[in-house]
């Protein structure tokens, strides 16, 4: 089974600062799809970014771009120049035939 | 129209209570899932429909029971609840019938049963 994990619980950053997020996972198979979906409280969740695991590029979206590590099992997110309105719950999610898992989450705070 | 709804946003429900869980979306995608959240917990797929019909039922208990009636409607009905069940109830919606693609979520609801 495919498991996902996600190191760090709880980070803050200043706003404007640079902050990544670790995700890391483990599976067999080869061609997959990783997202970083956001959770602000008491808000909708919504897509950060999407990474296809046959593409050699890392997925970028405006402020925010990964850093996909394909042997590693590796996928972390980095937020540039934060904004107050970063600040949420990140998941990592493994997708895979039927399979969605997501990761436990790492809650961000960006401070003023 | 670009979101998706839920109703209600809150509901309180004894474990004798039968009530449903509604969510919508005008956006023509065509999957539709529910997933449960608990608190400080990652969402859990529960169900995804696909073209209006089940495609993954991830286990769920029978207590538990979708309905999609049209493309647009999804509905997750519930009888003899426990109270572990007490989580905010996620609905989302995709383009394609794939679950790898990008969902759309709803806001939940928040139920708590008694």
């Known amino acids: 089974a495919q498991t996902v994990t996600q190191s760090q619980p709880e980070m803050s950053v200043q706003e404007a600062e640079t902050v990544t997020l670790s995700c890391t996972y483990d599976?067999?198979?080869?061609?997959?799809?990783l997202f970083w979906y956001k959770q602000p409280p008491s808000r909708q969740m919504i897509l950060v970014i999407r990474?296809?695991?046959?593409?050699?590029q890392n997925a970028t979206e405006n402020r925010f771009s990964v850093n996909f590590q394909k042997a590693a099992k590796s996928f972390s997110l980095k937020i540039s120049d934060s904004q107050l309105g970063d600040t949420a719950m990140y998941f990592c999610?493994?997708?895979?035939?039927?399979?969605?898992?997501f990761g436990p989450g790492t809650r961000l705070s960006v401070l003023p | 129209d670009t979101e998706v709804t839920q109703t209600p946003k809150h509901l309180v429900m004894g474990m004798t209570n039968k009530k449903s869980l509604k969510c919508e979306q005008h956006?023509?995608?065509?999957?539709m899932y529910w997933y449960k959240q608990k608190a400080k917990k990652p969402p859990e797929l529960m169900f995804v429909?696909?073209?209006?019909?089940?495609?993954i039922n991830e286990s769920v208990p029978s207590r538990f029971s979708p309905e999609c009636p049209n493309s647009s409607l999804l509905n997750l009905h519930l009888h003899a609840l426990q109270p572990e069940d007490s989580a905010l109830y996620l609905c989302?919606?995709?383009?394609?019938?794939?679950?790898?693609?990008?969902?759309?979520f709803g806001p939940g609801t928040r139920l708590t049963v008694l």
């Open positions: 956006m023509g995608h065509r999957a």
């Open positions: 989302a919606s995709s383009p394609g019938d794939r679950i790898t693609d990008t969902q759309y």
């Open positions: 429909y696909s073209y209006e019909k089940l495609s």
């Open positions: 599976t067999s198979e080869s061609n997959y799809y």
């Open positions: 990474q296809e695991a046959y593409k050699q």
């Open positions: 999610a493994f997708v895979y035939g039927q399979n969605f898992v």
